[in-house]
């Protein structure tokens, strides 16, 4: 992270593809690189960079401000998740320090239910280890 807090997205602001194809969301890097996981989410010929946030990293610094973490939690509570937009690309934000292949498969799933899509049209696409 480079000290800017991320910026919260509304679902509605997010391209219309998402919501009407089938769509891959393709890691760039392990699950195991840390708090946050490059990704991207594909429908081709459409793309848009998109990365799993672990908003309770702590150490060294924050990775988010405590008004947009707590908004996390309680998405997440609720079924729901929080999008930002980090250095230009779309996060999905997750109460933790880390993911795991379940972690990544409910973030996409919620993110799936945001755009207005059935979950079981979208793909996630893990990769082993770091890159």
Do not use: N
């Amino acid at each position: 992270m480079t000290g800017l807090d991320p910026v919260e997205v509304d679902p509605f602001d997010l391209p219309e593809w998402l919501g009407e194809r089938d769509v891959i969301w393709s890691s760039d890097a392990g699950l195991r690189t840390g708090h946050r996981v490059p990704g991207r989410l594909v429908s081709p010929p459409d793309e848009i960079a998109c990365d799993l946030l672990a908003v309770d990293e702590a150490y060294p610094e924050p990775v988010t401000a405590t008004p947009l973490r707590s908004a996390a939690h309680q998405a997440w509570r609720h079924g729901q998740i929080h999008l930002a937009s980090y250095d230009g690309r779309l996060a999905l934000l997750v109460p933790g320090t880390s993911f795991d292949a379940d972690l990544a498969l409910e973030a996409v799933g919620r993110l799936a239910k945001a755009v207005g899509a059935a979950p079981v049209r979208y793909v996630v696409q893990l990769r082993v280890g770091q890159r």
